[in-house]
């Protein structure tokens, strides 16, 4: 191909979608907050002023370095005399690990039962989303509550409980793009090919249903990290000395009034983190749907 033809080409559809991506400026920003969240979480050990579980007694309640504080704790240290500033960072590394580790379990099981419910419609499909139907049926938070009862308070079977509790929305939507594509003439021709039923699954339909899928994958890392929260806040996930951010708010509740600080920044931790995936959710939502593109 010449130069003038590569000129005359259309631009590529990764190309495409980054370029009406960026032209979303809150996705942007989004992007660029969840990027220094990643960054100050691998750099914890190296940027953090202090380990997060140091106690220093002379150091107790103290106010932020720029409110009046000790200069040595920028965001001023909690009632054991711990920072502040490094228990959030570490907390990152939590919170970030969680929503990671959510949405890549709920999706894999997610789309397997996707596709089995969409390729095995009848019996097998109406078992399926029924289970799905019962599950939505009742409210997430109490339920993500009832199964880390059953299990035990812990990290693991909070992610577990959380897993579970957003997978009927990967099942349905990976069930209703599957049968969508099932109608289309590439499917049709492929199996009058002799495509396998393994072949069709994960190597023809399957990553034509990813757009919808990538979407809700980032959406569901703020919920999985507002539910960790949720869980930790009422003692029921990471569980004290541990720096999640939720349990640094539930630790601070009783100094709410005479040590503002204590309760604002991991609350504020948490409400930029969400928001920031939300964001970024909204613009690749923006950018994957051709009927939102401008």
Known sequence: MSAADEALA????????????????????????????????????????????????????????WAGGDPRFLLGTDDVGRDILARLMYGARLSLAVGAIVVTLSLAIGITLGLIAGFFQGVVDGLIMRLMDVMLALP???????????????????????????????????????????????????????AGLWRQMFVNVLPNCLAPLIVQATLGFSSAILDAAALGFLGLGAQPPTPEWGTMLADARQFIQRAWWVVTFPGLAILITVLAFNLMGDGLRDALDPRLKR
């Open 10 to 65: 259309p631009p590529s559809p990764w190309r495409e979608n980054w370029r009406h991506f960026c032209s979303n400026p809150g996705a942007l920003l989004g992007l660029l907050v969840i990027v220094v969240l990643v960054l100050l979480a691998l750099l914890a050990p190296w940027l953090a002023p202090h380990a997060p579980n140091e106690q220093f007694r002379d150091a107790l309640l103290l106010p932020p370095s």
């Open 140 to 194: 997430s938070l109490l339920l993500a509550i009832a199964i880390v009862a059953i299990l035990g308070p812990s990290l693991v079977n909070a992610m577990v409980a959380i897993s579970v509790v957003v997978l009927p929305h990967y099942v349905r939507l990976t069930r209703a793009s599957v049968i969508g594509e099932l109608a289309k003439d590439y499917v049709v021709a492929s199996e009058v090919a002799g």
